[in-house]
Structure formats: C-alpha cells, structure tokens
C-alpha cells in the first residue's frame, strides 16, 4: 500500500502480465513501448485501464515533443488536405537488428533468475545471445523491429489523422531473403521488411482508402532491395526541406494538397514538422503551447487525475494494428485480408499468431 505506480521496462514478453497485475492492484502503470506481443494482451490491458480507474502511460516518450504534437495539430487542421498515403520508416541496424546466431546452452550466470526472467514464455535452456540485449530479435521475447520502433513513428499520424476510428481492410509484409533460409534466423523476427496496411476511407482521407506503409531498409546497405527502402519521395521533402539526407527514423504523409514531413528524435535545426506544397504557399501551422515532458505528465496525472497523453485507452488500440504487421512479417508474401468484427484473418495460421501463447502464466496469476 506504500506503492503508487508501477513502471514495466522489462523484456517484451512480461509486461503483459505485471502490467496487468498492477493495475488489477490499484496501481497507475507506465509501460515501456511495445506493450505487448498479441492481439488478446492488448484487449486485456485496454480492459483493465478502463475499469481500474488508474492512470496509465504508453512509453512513447517523443508524444510529448513539440514536433509531434504540433504534427497531430497539423493533420487535424487538413493542411494537406486529405490523406493519401502515409509513409513510416526506420534505417538503423543495431545488434539487436542484425546480429544472427544460433542460441548456445550455457550455465546460468550466478547474477540471473533464469526461471523469472523467461517468466511466461516457453523455457529453454540459457543461452548468452538472450541477455541482456539480445533478447528484442527473438520472437518469443521481443516484438520485431516494427513493434520496437514503428509503434514511436505511427504515433502521431494515428492521432492527427484519427485512425483508431477504423481497422485495416488487410496488411501483407515483405522481408530480406535471410528472414526465410538463415537456420540462424529461425525464431527471430526479420532484419529489414516492407509492410503495407490498407485501410478503409476516414474522414481525414474524405473517404478514400489510403495506405500506411512501413520501411526498414538499412541506410548503410547499398545492396538492400529497393522495395525495404524508404521511397525516394521522402528524401526529396527532406532536401525541399532544407535538410541534407534521409535520418534514420521519420514520417513522410502526403496528402492531396502537399506532403508533411515529421521528424522523429533529433534532425539537427530542422526539430519541428516542415509542409511542402504541392501547389501554392505552404500554410503556418497550428501553434502548440509547452508541455511537459511523457513522464511529468504521467506523475502530475497520478498525482491529479485524469488520462495521460498516451493512455492504454487508444495507445493498444494503436498497438494492435503494428502487431498485425508483426504478424504479417512471419507470414511473408500474403496478403492477409482482416477481418475487424470477428478479429480473425482468412489464414488460419496467421489467425494463431493473434492469441498469446503466455495465457498459462495469465490463468497462474488469476487473470
């Protein structure tokens, strides 16, 4: 009873189940990005939120930013007019991305609870590759490289455009060769991928359907197939910009009037959303008062009330869509049509890889 919030930074695959834990407690909660794995541990957190009355916290912290929420204040104004296509893409490698071996038993280190650490995942032996870092390219720990990142970048166009109004019609996913024959990629997500969710007209497309697309070629692999990197419109709005190159993570939107260009992290001078028209001046954008930052807000929240910026209310609904991705990313080059009202898709093994395999662990912990 001397607790007040909980804050989950542990791999992936747990934080379903302390989140839930927490909050079924009375606890506010603050969970680190990707939230969760599945489709049913996102239901089951947005459940809880609801109904326990505490504050809750998605961990993407560049929410806050001036350049996002001014990008949200931005789409929701129409400057572009309506949306036609909206552009994600990420080109960092990282360990965590593109180192590939076969895990090798090993003694458990006298410093690791082996047995808490795998907490509801399938056991296996210890192996050095899992931790500490390496855990995040593995399937059963972490969310792929589109739930580590993408789920920071679609942030503010799903917010700006009000895409939680809707679901995808489908989502088809396509990865690097290795992802396929490397014995050593078996059980890991995919180095680099293209995926495309179509979605059904909104209000901010007029009624059109329009695509989100994800981009995770590497920058640094002149090799990479053309289809994983970033289109070459985006780096054109870039140098229209005033900027040099494409940064490693961004958003490009185009919508029918102009494109809107959306940094993610730091872009040198160029901080906050920039808008190129397609024809005619570039309009002013909406101004945004300062905010604090993603973990004051969370703090003053528990201390006040009221929902955080990134509330499990409509951040897992957010999260549920990137996770279709993930699942499109282990069933390569297939569309995979979605079915919203029964939440299944016409694949049954796509279907599967909705439900989470940790549900034992849930029942154990009475939830």
């Known amino acids: 009873d001397r607790i007040d919030s909980v ?3 542990t791999p992936d695959h747990t934080h379903t189940i302390i989140a839930a834990n927490a909050m079924r407690a009375g606890k506010h909660v603050y969970c680190q990005k990707p939230l969760c794995k599945r489709l049913d541990e996102c239901r089951l957190l947005r459940t809880l939120a609801a109904t326990s009355g505490v504050v809750t916290q998605l961990g993407t912290q560049f929410a806050a930013t001036g350049c996002d929420r001014q990008a949200v204040a931005a ?10 296509r909206v552009m994600l893409f990420s080109t960092r490698g990282g360990k965590s991305r593109v180192k590939r071996e076969i895990p090798v038993a090993k003694p458990v280190p006298a410093t690791l609870d082996w047995e808490k650490w ?7 032996a210890y192996a050095p590759i899992y931790h500490p870092l390496l855990w995040r390219m593995f399937t059963d720990f972490g969310s792929g490289w589109v739930g580590d990142l993408c789920i920071h970048v679609i942030s503010a166009p799903w917010q700006g455009l009000r895409i939680g109004e809707t679901q995808p019609l489908s989502v088809e996913a396509k990865v690097d060769a290795a992802a396929k024959a490397d014995p050593a990629a078996k059980g890991c997500w995919p180095r680099y991928s293209h995926i ?9 497309s007029a009624g059109r359907p329009f695509d989100i697309e994800w981009f995770s070629g590497f920058s640094d692999e002149p090799a990479a197939p053309a289809e994983f990197l970033t289109p070459s419109v985006c780096a054109d709005i870039v140098r229209a910009c005033g900027g040099e190159k494409l940064p490693y993570e961004g958003r490009v939107i185009e919508g029918e009037d102009g494109y809107l260009l959306i940094p993610h992290g730091g872009w040198g001078s160029k901080q906050m959303p920039q808008v190129v028209m397609k024809r005619g001046k570039a309009p002013v954008l909406p101004a945004v008062e300062a905010a604090p930052t993603h973990f004051d807000e969370f ?28 699942v499109a990313e282990q069933i390569p080059d297939r569309p995979l049509r979605w ?24 029942e154990l912990a009475g939830l």
């Open 7 to 9: 804050n989950v930074s």
């Open 75 to 84: 789409l929701q104004a129409g400057v572009i007019g309506p949306v036609r």
């Open 118 to 124: 795998i907490g509801p995942a399938p056991m296996r």
């Open 196 to 204: 495309r969710w179509a979605f059904p007209g909104i209000a901010a």
């Open 299 to 326: 703090v003053a929240r528990c201390r006040e009330g009221g929902k955080a910026r990134s509330d499990f209310g409509w951040s897992a609904r957010m999260m549920e869509t990137v996770i279709l991705g993930g």
């Open 339 to 362: 079915d919203a009202a029964n939440s299944t898709f016409d694949h049954a093994p796509a279907t599967a890889l909705l439900k989470s395999s940790y549900r034992k662990g849930w």
